[in-house]
């Protein structure tokens, strides 16, 4: 069973290698392709952000003290910027420029802040919690995924219990767009994930 830091890296390295995937595509000039990517990547960064508002940080308000609640607020202050900037992304063209640049920003940001979580938010948690809970976390966590939104709601609060509640009305609906979206198709995600076997970005080699 994986840790809470295991799943959670599981996770940024899906959304890098979902960003690297829509990269390609726009080298290529594949436009249809740079918007099956870009909605990729917004379904894995919407389910992991509610995720971790939901169960990781929490935790880290509950055993690290002020520390803690410094940096979960820190931690949703970004989160929330990248909804938003997700939420109008969902306005704007693939392929334009517009949309090219308000994808680059984005990853930007979220890949300082996922740095932050691997390198001093959960180093500083899982200690304390110890494995066995550290395990039971990510356990919720994956389970927490599969409930929530697919896409980014800026207007939905950032803590629970009231972003459990609302999230969980916003969710069905989500899939329901889902469903009409145009997502990779099975042989490029499986492409995506032969792939994601040999990606391991060091958070702290690269600061």
Do not use: C
């Amino acid at each position: 069973m994986s840790t809470l830091f295991e799943s959670i890296k599981e996770d940024h390295e899906e959304m890098y290698e979902y960003h690297d995937q829509y990269k390609r595509a726009r080298e290529r000039g594949d436009v249809d392709a740079q918007g099956r990517w870009a909605r990729q990547l917004t379904w894995e960064i919407a389910r992991h952000a509610v995720g971790e508002e939901i169960v990781v940080y929490p935790l880290m308000e509950k055993h690290l003290g002020d520390k803690g609640k410094k940096l979960a607020d820190h931690d949703r202050e970004e989160h929330q910027s990248v909804k938003e900037q997700l939420y109008k992304l969902e306005s704007l063209q693939p392929g334009s420029v517009e949309y090219h640049t308000l994808v680059t920003t984005m990853m930007e940001s979220l890949h300082h802040h996922n740095d932050d979580e691997e390198i001093k938010d959960l180093p500083m948690l899982e200690p304390i919690i110890g494995e066995e809970a550290s395990k039971e976390a990510a356990l919720s966590f994956k389970k927490t995924k599969k409930l929530v939104p697919t896409r980014t709601h800026p207007s939905i609060p950032n803590k629970p219990p009231f972003e459990t509640l609302l999230g969980l009305l916003e969710a069905p609906i989500d899939k329901i767009k889902d469903y009409f979206a145009a997502f990779p198709t099975s042989e490029e995600m499986q492409d995506a994930k032969e792939e994601l076997k040999h990606r391991d970005h060091d958070a702290a080699a690269g600061r």
